[in-house]
Nanobody, 117 residues
Framework: QVQLVESGGGLVQAGGSLRLSCAAT????????MAWYRQAPGKQRDLVAM???????NYADSVKGRFTISRDNAVNTVYLQMNSLKPEDTAVYYC???????????WGQGTQVTVSS
């Protein structure tokens, strides 16, 4: 059974930092592209950052220079370090895994990030 369990969300003041974690089970982590998405109320779910199994990263323009995605294949976990947070970063953040061989997509349950001004 696939499980992606996010943690690390919370309430932070503008300019602060948070580190999200996503622990994966039931997937071949080393064969998966991992990503973070976010969804604000009334808006669509958008890609925030992604990291390939080879460590290549890509970021949404809105978070470049502030967020860093990383992964630890030894513990099947992907991270999102978020610095210089802004109120517009407020959203539910979702972890996503895509198996590069079979294309299967998996989602976590989401973790709330709220940035106060």
């Amino acid at each position: 059974q696939v499980q992606l369990v996010e943690s690390g969300g919370g309430l932070v003041q503008a300019g602060g930092s948070l580190r999200l974690s996503c622990a994966a089970t039931g997937i071949i982590f080393s064969r998966s592209v991992m990503a973070w998405y976010r969804q604000a109320p009334g808006k669509q779910r958008d890609l925030v950052a992604m990291i390939t199994n080879g460590g290549i990263t890509n970021y949404a323009d809105s978070v470049k220079g502030r967020f860093t995605i990383s992964r630890d294949n030894a513990v099947n976990t992907v991270y999102l370090q978020m610095n210089s947070l802004k109120p517009e970063d407020t959203a539910v953040y979702y972890c996503n895994a895509k198996d590069i061989l079979f294309g299967r997509l998996s989602w976590g349950q989401g973790t709330q990030v709220t940035v106060s001004s």
